[in-house]
């Protein structure tokens, strides 16, 4: 639902000039404003007579929100990008602002404005309207709504405290009249000046800083798009979508610093929203901010992977599809992802993914200008032989999520096609967990293929010659991308290393430490209301082997009534199979340095026990007072509802793990019998 709040008029007693000088203070920092981190000018323009000054800026805000939020976000500040229109002629500031943090799952807009007070020009008056639409929030979206309203209405009372505290600081510094603005003199224009085109751009517009994607206006004497350029850049095109192409070009021209983006670029964001104008500007505007703040446009000259990478990242650009695409193959059933992430970090993944973002539209203009026709997207072939549990890993599937997010809102329509092949039966898990951040424009491009349907009609040979696909999938074309593999640990970041020990602060704080001493289990009990759900795990054993092991229980939880998925506190001696208590899962043998992953679908509700249990050789003691070396381990796990599954339980059910024989021997004794899926260690 979208909220929306409309600020009474507000009326400060002193002229336009000085309220605009008191606004000014308010940049580049305001401590009287406690969660304004601070801004950055993106940039900024002006008429040339100096009546109107344009200033787009990036925000920073602290999230005042409950630990556990920011936690579950994984943000301690949020971005809004802000842009304000101010008009000295007519006396006029227009402010227009939204978030550029999740974008994709919260939309803010807000919309403010000083003008002259209409019966007293030597008072200004401020409006303020804003509207919040929480799309999707990691299930917490009644809860951040209420923040964020109670919190935006402090802060409208805090922005008119902080205006009256400037001018009165302004006053008291002497300063209580500011002149009205005058057009300076007019001098004469040379008329060969006059005749330039209106988009012909500065000299020092050439920066390399600058969208690098401006081309001449093929434009008729009617004002229209040439027929011929049409269907040599752009493709088919209807008189509406002409029009709406033309009248975003035309308002990028009068207000975007610097080169305008091709036709080609502008149409990708007009189609990505059905040809809504309003829509397809303010999502070009947010990715154009970001190109500048991120200097986007010089990734594919300063990008270069690190090595780990280009040896362990599965992808890499085959040939073209038979539509004359530019082919891109992802084997990410064989990509380590977790080694990945815990050994270059997440931001150089995500720099990885941009860059081959860049590298797509790089090539699908090569191949416009060799085959005669526009080539606006690319093919991306994944292959998911080898998926499991290992590559849900919690902080993986966010690095995802971000990705997902960054390329939806910057490369819009890119993606021309996406076949996937080989899905196992637990892909319907991933799926489930990414789709709903897919746009849905994009999420028509997916063609899915299990097991070897990819073959014969309507498979491959549909899109990919022949002579194109890959050797690995049945074809005769060798393919040189690599084919990744398990990360070494022993490439793995540490703490000292400069620059990434806040993101494994972050690590740590997703997983819990513990310790197994000789006959003192560690347990954690679940309580499980529901019966389908899906309880999921991931633990690292960082010293010492231990034993693995899930139990089932319908007696409570020995505490205080908690929220589903709560930890209750462990029995004095461990839980072990008997009358009241049944063993779910085969216990699993865990050695030193192994990462474990799994999950484990429940069908009766009540208490499933994790427990890690010291391991040792057969026949030895394990007396509870024995004195003995202490086991570490790190671990994780999490209960998801079955509606959070959208109908892939039983694809979830049906996979099998490398410790679930005992599931089909205990059915018979067990009432809170259940299937596990699947498990990856290493």
């Known amino acids: 639902m979208v909220q929306k709040y409309q600020s009474p008029v507000r009326v400060y007693k002193y002229p336009f000039e000085l309220v605009m000088a008191a606004y000014e203070k308010r940049f580049p920092t305001c401590p009287q404003i406690p969660v304004f981190l601070g801004s950055e000018v ?35 500040h949020v971005v809004f990008v802000q842009r304000n229109v101010l008009n000295w002629r007519e006396r006029t500031l227009l402010i227009d602002a939204h978030n550029e943090t999740f974008a994709s799952r919260v939309v803010v807009q807000e919309h403010c404005s000083y003008r002259v007070h209409p019966e007293n020009q030597d008072w200004t008056s401020f409006e303020q309207s804003a509207s919040l639409d929480i799309r999707s929030f990691f299930g917490f979206e009644s809860a951040l709504e209420k923040i964020a309203m109670k919190q935006y209405t402090a802060n409208i009372k805090r922005g008119k405290e902080v205006i009256e505290y400037y001018l009165n600081e302004l006053v ?7 002149p009205r603005w005058t057009p300076a003199p007019v001098r004469e224009e040379d008329p060969r000046a006059q005749a ?67 036709d080609e670029h502008i149409l990708r964001f007009l189609r990505a929203r059905d040809f809504h104008v309003d829509k397809a500007r303010d999502m070009l505007c947010r990715s154009l901010s970001w190109r500048e703040l991120h200097r986007v446009d010089l990734l594919l000259q300063s990008w270069r992977p690190p090595a780990l990478l280009q040896e362990f990242y599965a992808g890499g650009w085959h040939y073209q599809d038979t539509e004359g695409r530019p082919l891109y193959i992802l084997r990410l059933g064989h990509m380590d992802t977790k080694g990945l992430m815990k050994a270059v970090g997440e931001d150089v993944l995500l ?17 416009s200008r060799q085959l005669g026709r526009p080539i606006s997207s690319w093919t991306c072939l994944v292959d998911l032989e080898g998926l499991n549990m290992r590559h849900l890993w919690r902080p993986g599937v966010k690095a995802l999520l971000r990705m997902i997010e960054v390329v939806e809102g910057n490369y819009p329509e890119t993606l021309g096609r996406l076949l996937i092949v080989r899905a ?23 063609l899915i293929y299990s097991g070897t349907n990819y073959q014969g009609p309507g498979g491959l040979v549909d899109y990919l010659d022949k002579d194109v696909i890959p050797d690995f ?24 290393e400069q620059g990434h020990a806040e993101q494994l602060r972050q690590w740590r704080d997703t997983y819990q430490a513990a310790s197994v001493l000789r006959g003192a289990p560690h347990q954690v009990a679940v309580e499980i209301l529901e019966g389908a759900s899906v309880i999921t795990w991931d633990f690292d054993i960082l010293r010492g082997d231990v034993v693995f092991s899930l139990y089932h229980t319908r007696l409570p939880p020995r505490t205080e009534p908690r929220e589903p998925g709560a930890a209750g506190q462990r ?18 043998v865990c050695r030193e340095g192994e990462s474990i992953q799994g999950s484990h679908v429940t069908r009766w509700p009540g208490v499933y026990v994790l ?15 024995s004195p003995g070396p202490r086991c570490k381990l790190l671990y994780y796990y999490e209960v998801l509802a079955s509606e959070d599954f959208r109908g892939s339980m039983s694809s979830l059910e049906s996979c099998t793990s490398g410790f679930s024989q005992l599931s089909a021997a205990t059915s018979s004794s067990s009432s809170g019998q259940s299937h596990s899926s699947s498990l990856a260690s290493r």
């Open 42 to 76: 993106l940039s900024e323009s002006r008429s040339a007579d100096g009546a109107v000054h344009v200033v787009e800026r990036s925000c920073r805000l602290r999230v005042e929100a409950p630990r556990l939020l920011r936690k579950i976000a994984g943000v301690e």
């Open 172 to 178: 008291s510094q002497g300063t209580s009249h500011i």
């Open 196 to 262: 330039a085109p209106r988009d012909a751009a500065p000299p020092e517009a050439a920066e390399p800083s600058s969208p690098p994607d401006l081309v001449p206006r093929m434009v008729g004497t009617d004002g229209k798009l040439d027929a011929e350029y049409i269907a040599r850049c752009l493709g088919p095109l209807t008189p509406l979508q002409e029009s709406c192409l033309i009248q975003l070009r035309l308002w990028l021209q009068e207000t975007h610093r610097g080169k305008i983006p091709k």
């Open 351 to 367: 720099q990885h993914v941009l860059s081959v973002s860049e590298e797509g539209q790089k090539r699908c203009e090569g191949n």
């Open 424 to 446: 196992p039966r637990v892909f319907p898990v991933l799926w489930a967990l990414v789709s709903p951040f897919i746009h849905e424009n994009t999420r028509r491009k997916f």
């Open 473 to 496: 999938l049945g074809g005769e074309c060798v393919c040189n991308v690599p084919e990744g593999g398990l990360v070494p640990k022993s490439l793995y970041l540490t703490e000292e």
């Open 571 to 588: 029995p004095e001696h461990g839980w072990a199979p008997g009358a009241d208590c049944s063993r779910v899962e085969a216990p699993l």
């Open 611 to 625: 427990q890690w249990t010291m391991h040792s050789a057969p026949g030895g003691d394990e007396a509870p007072q």
